[in-house]
């Protein structure tokens, strides 16, 4: 049985949905090809573009570093790109506290330790229902965590973004509740596709996506993904979020991609990918269930979204 | 002398403003023509066309004030052509969503009308405004009597939900919205203090009398 009330489906039980796209998919395609043909080329490109695509292909450089969510440059998409060249991120300390065994502060270099950066070509689902293909390198947290030796009673971790107005214009405003924080259950973050990232395109990772470290879980909404990240904190509770105490009904802790429940404002069951003119349809755990579905089982995924 | 005015007035200055109201659509289709509307186009036509909707609906509802402060009349004849150039941006605004959001999907729209707020009143406010449309030419107007005026006072309606649809839409930043919204009450409020005055002039006429 392919097609299921929403409400039925668990996270168990979750196929990927991606047998039954590819025949949408081929309609789409026929009808777009069509449609691209009497188009004004640049419209007419993109959507060639999209027909031609698959789900992994790259987003260009030039969109991935200009359309940007980073409120602590400006709420409009182009603001980080234009003012957040001047954040001096060298040298970068990281905070590490909370339930741990070796708390202190390190240089970035020394938080990473010897590790060095893998590429991962993840998908990254913003909450507007936009998403972009990004090839990131970074080293899995799951690396890095643990050497800082975090006790039994360490069962989240939050992650803080540098706090300084005179760097940060947006946090002159009163936007957000400054400085934006965001964290992950442990085992959220010990799984093996949880990145945090240095790099973007084989190159130094620019200042609008995050320089000079941010963390990407590629199964949860962007706005997770928190950026420029100057304190590491093991704490028993839940932490205590930026968006989802900004505006509880409508961003959850755990803000897993979830085509099933929708934001009052955006339906998620579809997203528009940078490059497509189309919508396409948004994939459970965005496309990563089969890795990580089962950190979720027995939860109701609805209250806990 | 009046009556060349009035025709330099309806062969010179009408086309050229109706022209002017057809610039930011053709800035528009040059952007797209170009690959210009950044790294979101269908985004960037749907708030470029939002932004038009309402910006016609304010500069529509500013006729009237701008009429009796300056006292200039002709600038009534604007109104209508302000208030369906409003219509067309909105059904150009609901175009960029019906095609290119939605393709089509009339259940998800049903749903999506029935489920999100700024959807719900964006919706009402585009629904509201074809009967406006469809009542706006001359014989209509004569038809309707009183009436007309009575029906036509719902684009104060019209663009309350406007604006509470962009300010619903925001996620964090306000501040558009509420320039708007600011803009709105002040050619809102203009009218109440109108009405007001015209009471009192009024029950002061009856009384003297
Ligand atoms: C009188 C009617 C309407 C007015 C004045 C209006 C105005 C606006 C404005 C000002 C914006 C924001 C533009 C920006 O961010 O710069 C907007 C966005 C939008 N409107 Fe409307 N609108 C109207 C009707 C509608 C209708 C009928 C629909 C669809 C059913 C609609 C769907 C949208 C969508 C999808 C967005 C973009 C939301 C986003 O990007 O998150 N609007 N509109």
Redesign the interface.
Known sequence: MLIKKPADIRPSEITPPELYARRREFLKTAAVLGAAAIL????G??IARAAADDNLKPTPY??VT??NNY?EFG?S??DPSENAGSLKTKPWTVTVEGHCEKPGQYALEDFLGSQTPEERIYRLRCV?A?SMVIPWQGVPLNKILPRFQPTANAKYVEFTTLLDPAQMPGQRTR??SWPYVEGLRMDEAMHPLTLLVTGLYGKELPNQNGAPLRLIVPWKYGFKSVKAIVKVRFTEQQPRTTWSS?NPDEYGFYANVNPAV?H????Q?KE?R?GD???RDTLPFNGYAEQVAGLYAGMDLRKSF | MALQIDRWFSLVVKPLVFVACLLPLAWLLWL????????????TLSHRTGDWSLRFLLLTLAVTPLRRLSGWNRLQRFRRMLGLFAFFYVGLHFAVYLV??Q?FDWQ?IV??VA????ITVGFTAFLLLIPLAVTSTNGMMKRLGRNWQRLHRLVYLIAVLGVLHYA??V???LREPLLYGGLLSVLLGYRLWWWRGRGHSATVIRSTR
């Open positions: 004004p080329p640049a419209l490109g993109r030039q969109d200009t359309y409120y709420s998409k182009s507007e936009w936007l957000l900004e929708d009052p404002r955006w339906t069951k528009r940078i003119l189309f919508r | 797209t023509w170009q690959g210009q509307l950044g790294v979101n186009p269908v985004e290119f959001d393709f998800a749903a999506d489920k999100r707020p700024y619903w839409l996620k964090a930043d």
